[in-house]
């Protein structure tokens, strides 16, 4: 375990922000959106204060107040407006559906949603508000807004000046945000990360790769997810670099031109974005980033390759974690980027490998460190803490003797065919590097005479086993880790996070094989 001082990053996430506008300079511009007015630190604690103050005054000190709202300056401003007045920002994935969101709201007994109108009209999101009104009390932060006058901003100018003498004084261990889990593989858990959590996962990370504080960080990725909001938004603001706000990563046209022109050096997206950018963009639009840091999804070769041959040699870093992590566990590095890893552990965390009956060459792997969560949401409002620490990530890994991780494939995402046990994951490895220029996605059906079977569902419309166990044959994989039967659609359904949603996928491949009878 590489070593890392906690006792640095054990403050609140306000105080971090007041230590950063110390450090950096008070006018040093670090927020930015698509409305092109860019925010200083001093800026920032002012927006925060006046909002802060406002929402106040119809929210109680420690309520879970939800946040509904794009990746914007609206949106940081509105996290921090929370820390500064003791209150716990609790983001909501409105691309989850009502009765999620509804269950999320429920589960961390939210009573106020701010929002906008804007994103409400923008992203059509009426039907949602509809259900949570029957909750909570839905707020729009325009209203809101109207309401600020002279006292509020004189207020605001004064502890915009002295922060840490109008700031809320809050433990570090207290919880600095609810976030939920993705629910790729069922529903959404509510995780409680602390101060404490977030403020030492961005300490982790510029120790282990040294940011410029010249950089500025392109992050399209939604703040109602870990990676957006820790890596996008918190790591930059708090270690000195700018960070612009892009609200969805679905604009696959406009994000590598708006990439260019802010001159950006570092770009967050999965796999599924990243490539798609790089199809759609001209050779100059990308070619001036740094690197480009990837998580939540495997990279696939032909995206490592399509970035090198269009826009030149720039690192696709891949990285690992989980939101119960703040999220980040591994992470590669520009200087030591390798291939069919998700990196090197962050310092400061410790792994266990439990075995796994029937695969060899790894283990499940649990993490313990300053960025593991304070516990999940229990339904009584509690929080849950975690056995010793340590969490279990539900992966199966292999790990290097200098800590550098290999992703062998999630233990829900094993088949046992034939007696033995088989990589869902190797078996998706297989598609993609038979057809690399498509997505697919496996699933497990039971099977009376092997115990399951493999389905592959794929967006390649010529898709047949027949090359798959050609390709399987050429490369000494198995045989049983090859599907024999392929379901072909228009396009495999993801999650807001860009994660692959195998509840969706496997709801398809039931409803296709009662057809088929």
Same mark, same amino acid.
């Given at each position: 375990m590489r070593a890392f001082d906690t006792a640095a990053a054990h403050v609140s996430v306000f105080d971090a922000l007041i230590s950063a506008s110390r450090k950096h300079g008070p006018k040093k511009l670090i927020l930015e959106d698509q409305e092109r007015n860019p925010l200083s630190y001093t800026d920032l604690l002012r927006g925060a204060f006046a909002l802060g103050r406002k929402i106040s005054g119809f929210t109680k000190k420690g309520e879970r107040v939800g946040v509904m709202l794009p990746s914007s300056v609206g949106g940081v401003v509105t996290f921090f407006a929370l820390h500064a007045f003791g209150r716990v920002p609790t983001m909501l994935n409105f691309t989850a559906g009502i009765r999620n969101l509804k269950a999320a709201c429920e589960l961390a007994g939210v009573k106020t *949603?701010? !929002?906008?109108? =804007?994103? #409400?009209?923008q992203g059509k999101l009426h039907d949602l508000i509809d259900a949570l009104e029957t909750l909570t009390n839905v707020v729009y932060l325009e209203d809101v807004r109207k309401t600020v006058g002279l006292a509020d901003k004189l207020f605001a100018a004064a502890a915009g000046a002295l922060p840490p003498q109008f700031r809320t004084?809050?433990?570090?261990?207290?919880?600095?945000?609810?976030?939920?889990?993705?629910?790729? %593989?069922?529903?959404? =858990?509510?995780?409680v990360l602390s101060h404490a959590n977030l403020v030492s996962n961005c300490h982790q990370i510029n120790q282990h790769i040294p940011l410029d504080t010249n950089w500025v960080f392109f992050n399209p990725l939604p703040i109602f997810h870990c990676f957006g909001l820790t890596g996008g938004a918190l790591l930059p603001i708090l270690t000195g670099l700018k960070a612009f706000q892009y609200p969805s990563p679905l604009h696959i046209k406009?994000?590598?031109?708006?990439?260019?022109? !802010?001159?950006?050096?570092?770009?967050?997206?999965?796999?599924?974005?990243?490539?798609?950018? @790089?199809?759609?963009?001209?050779?100059? &639009?990308?070619?001036?980033? !740094?690197?480009?840091?990837?998580?939540? &999804?495997?990279?696939r070769e032909e995206t490592h390759n399509l970035i090198h041959d269009k826009f030149g040699p720039i690192p696709i870093l891949e990285g690992y974690g989980a939101t119960e992590a703040s999220p980040v566990i591994a992470v590669n590095k520009p200087e030591d980027n390798r291939r069919g890893t998700v990196g090197g552990l962050v310092p400061g965390m410790e792994t266990r490998l439990e075995p796994v009956p029937g695969i060899p060459g790894g283990g499940k792997l649990l993490v313990r460190g300053p960025n593991i969560m304070s516990g999940y949401l229990?339904?009584?409002?509690? *929080?849950?803490?975690?056995?010793?620490? $340590?969490?279990?990530?539900?992966?199966?890994?292999?790990?290097?003797?200098?800590? $550098?991780?290999?992703?062998?494939?999630? #233990?829900? =995402? %094993?088949?046992?065919?034939?007696?033995?046990? #088989?990589?869902?994951?190797? @078996?998706?490895?297989?598609?993609? @590097?038979? $057809?690399?220029?498509? =997505?697919? @996605?496996?699933?497990?059906?039971?099977?009376?005479?092997?115990?399951?079977?493999?389905?592959?569902?794929?967006d390649r419309r010529d898709a047949h086993a027949a090359a798959l166990v050609a390709h399987a044959k050429q490369i000494g994989a198995p045989e049983l880790a090859v599907p024999r039967k392929i379901i072909k659609v228009q396009e495999i359904p993801v999650l807001g996070t860009g994660k692959t949603d195998y509840v969706a996928l496997q709801r398809i491949v039931d409803t296709e094989m009662q057809r088929a009878g």
């Open positions: *949603v701010l !929002t906008s109108h =804007r994103f #409400v009209e004084a809050l433990n570090p261990s207290d919880p600095g945000v609810i976030l939920f889990t993705s629910g790729s %593989f069922g529903a959404p =858990r509510g995780v406009q994000i590598p031109q708006l990439v260019k022109d !802010t001159k950006a050096n570092v770009l967050f997206a999965t796999d599924t974005f990243l490539n798609q950018y @790089a199809r759609s963009a001209d050779p100059d &639009e990308l070619s001036g980033l !740094t690197f480009v840091v990837c998580g939540a &999804e495997k990279v229990n339904a009584d409002g509690s *929080v849950e803490p975690l056995p010793g620490g $340590w969490h279990d990530t539900g992966d199966v890994v292999s790990l290097s003797d200098d800590d $550098w991780i290999k992703i062998l494939g999630r #233990v829900k =995402r %094993f088949a046992k065919v034939g007696g033995e046990m #088989v990589s869902l994951t190797a @078996a998706e490895d297989l598609a993609a @590097a038979v $057809w690399p220029e498509c =997505r697919h @996605a496996v699933v497990a059906l039971a099977d009376p005479k092997k115990g399951e079977r493999l389905v592959l569902v794929t």
